[in-house]
């Protein structure tokens, strides 16, 4: 495939509709052939022809298909032409090059999920999610029964600010090149990506480490000529992330989409629209989405925690601002999403945790105390200003940046489970540590409440540090607190014999995780939950544990009378 420079990857899904994302060498007509893989050879196979779209001097294109059959298995081929009307050249690879449409939601088919996050590539020790290519190729005969419908990539997938660099990515070009090196330069990895449907949301290393960490972050650096890195990180993620997530939507539905549209229609370079754009974007003249949603049951919402943190304006105090995760328009599209799934279980996806260990979440959660009014009495106003200020410089010291610090939306987060039905799932990664938590609103009945199950897998391909190895151990023995509105508690660790040891429940080695749901027949809605981390053992992908769930909520129904 001496004609591709990345690619391909499987992205957005649904019961009848797939793309395909890809990079090439030279600008090209790209066709895509797919035919159901249980159908034999001379049936008429689903064909799409896109043709790249120029940015930056680099070429790219997107085929979507169509009015495919749901929870079908498919195989596919890419070809290419020179010339728009010049018959393709069909592409030779050895990658297992096929992906599943999803059950339709009325089906009652179990969901499995892989997800992870954090993989640097300068880091030593086992990749698991190359390994993870392994496992799947070992196990295509039973991909229907074994293989998972969607991989979310929950953040890192690049480290654009690794010291082995020697410099942080500023330009358009130097975050593409990162890119290519993480999907294009390890077998394994690319074998996961042309199999597996992958989703994708960005945390803070796709820019630079601890972006937005505080309100006054972003201010900050565009004074010292950041919005470079900034927009041009944006552009780089869009074109390998987020432009695959939003594929199967109109482009009417989102500026980028339109962009690319238009792009590929004229021909001309769109790196200045993209930019431009995404500019309006980090100045706040005008929003921006990254969020997005799944077509699953149970179903999935992914947010944008990163960049629709609260921003302060040059010159303004963080004090004068709440501090918010997320944004109150993201905030209430989770609140309409929701109300159509009154009845299921949620899996909500966060690329920082909200629950995190019981000591560490106290902690963030006492930085992140404020009043959400501002004060009228003149004196209490200075000194609510001069301790928000000492928090602020607290939580960047500490690297505080998870959902509890930012109070506002804490506080909604919290209102929004305690009017649940279902239990809800928070997936995460970030913390460079793999653990597993559950939390409710206290006073109500187990019958009745709704429970918070936080699962963090992390990382693919990283690890703390010494000293940070210490403080997670040193403060892992606390098991359960109240603080903030939920009791919450961690999660056992089932362990295997051959690995080493996950003391107080935590996982501190690469891994990834397959977590499935089993819909219940008692309840509509409920789910029976496993949760396995796969490590590297002996250069092959094996479980190396497992969450302790309580009983689904049926159960836990049918105890209480």
Request: proline residues 7%; hydrophobic residues 45%; contains cysteine.
């Amino acid at each position: 495939m001496e004609d591709l420079r990345a690619g391909p990857l499987v992205r957005a899904v649904s019961p009848d509709g797939i793309t395909i994302w890809t990079e090439w060498k030279q600008p090209c007509e790209v066709t895509l052939s797919a035919a159901p893989a249980d159908v034999a050879g001379d049936a008429q196979p689903h064909v799409v022809v896109a043709r790249t779209v120029t940015i930056g001097s680099r070429y790219y294109a997107l085929c979507v298909l169509t009015a495919l059959r749901p929870a079908t298995w498919y195989t596919y081929h890419l070809g290419c032409a020179d010339k728009p009307g010049e018959p393709a050249t069909w592409l030779e690879t050895t990658l297992l090059q096929c992906f599943r449409t999803l059950d339709l939601p009325d089906a009652g088919q179990p969901l499995r999920l892989a997800y992870g996050s954090c993989r640097r590539l300068t880091a030593p020790g086992p990749d698991a999610l190359s390994a993870f290519g392994g496992w799947l190729r070992d196990r295509y005969a039973e991909r229907e029964t074994l293989w998972p419908r969607v991989l979310l990539l929950i953040g890192d997938q690049i480290y654009a600010d690794d010291p082995a660099q020697r410099s942080q990515a500023r330009s358009f070009a130097e975050f593409a090149l990162l890119y290519v090196k993480a999907w294009a330069g390890d077998e394994g990895v690319r074998q996961v990506l042309a199999a597996l449907a992958s989703l994708m949301i960005f945390d803070d290393h796709e820019i630079t480490n601890n972006w937005n960490i505080t309100p006054l972050w972003q201010a900050q650096r565009l004074r010292q000529g950041g919005a470079q890195m900034l927009i041009d990180g944006l552009v780089a993620y869009w074109v390998y992330q987020g432009w695959g997530n939003f594929g199967l939507q109109d482009a009417a539905d989102h500026d980028l989409l339109a962009i690319m549209r238009q792009a590929e229609e004229s021909g001309l370079d769109a790196l200045a629209a993209l930019q431009e754009r995404i500019r309006q974007a980090i100045y706040r003249v005008k929003t921006l989405k990254w969020d997005y949603t799944l077509p699953t049951m149970p179903p999935i919402f992914v947010f944008d925690a990163r960049a629709d943190r609260s921003v302060a304006p040059d010159q303004q105090s963080a004090a004068d601002i709440a501090p918010r995760i997320i944004g109150k328009e993201q905030m209430a599209r989770l609140y309409a999403w929701a109300g159509a799934y009154e009845e299921s279980t949620l899996v909500l996806v966060s690329s920082v945790p909200a629950l995190l260990p019981p000591a560490i979440g106290l902690a963030e959660y006492m930085l992140g105390l404020r009043p959400l009014r501002p004060m009228a009495f003149a004196p209490l106003r200075r000194l609510v200003r001069f301790v928000s200020s000492r928090q602020h410089g607290v939580s960047a010291r500490m690297g505080f940046e998870h959902w509890p610090v930012f109070y506002a939306t804490w506080r909604e987060l919290v209102a929004f489970c305690a009017q649940r039905k279902r239990d809800l799932f928070i997936l995460s990664g970030d913390v460079h540590f793999s653990y597993a938590m559950a939390a409710h609103v206290p006073g109500s009945p187990p019958s009745k409440r709704a429970v918070l199950y936080q699962l963090v897998t992390s990382p693919f391909r990283n690890e703390l540090g010494p000293p940070e190895r210490r403080l997670i151990l040193a403060q892992s023995g606390l098991k359960q607190l109240i603080y903030g509105g939920l009791h919450m508690r961690t999660l056992a660790l089932a362990r295997e014999k051959e690995t080493e040891p996950a003391p107080f429940g935590l996982l501190l080695q690469n891994v990834i995780a397959l977590v499935t749901y089993l819909p219940q027949a008692e309840e509509k809605g409920v789910y029976e939950v496993e949760h396995v981390y796969m490590g590297v053992v002996e250069r092959k992908l094996v479980k190396v544990g497992a969450t302790n769930f309580p009983a689904p909520r049926s159960a836990r129904h049918q105890e209480s009378t």
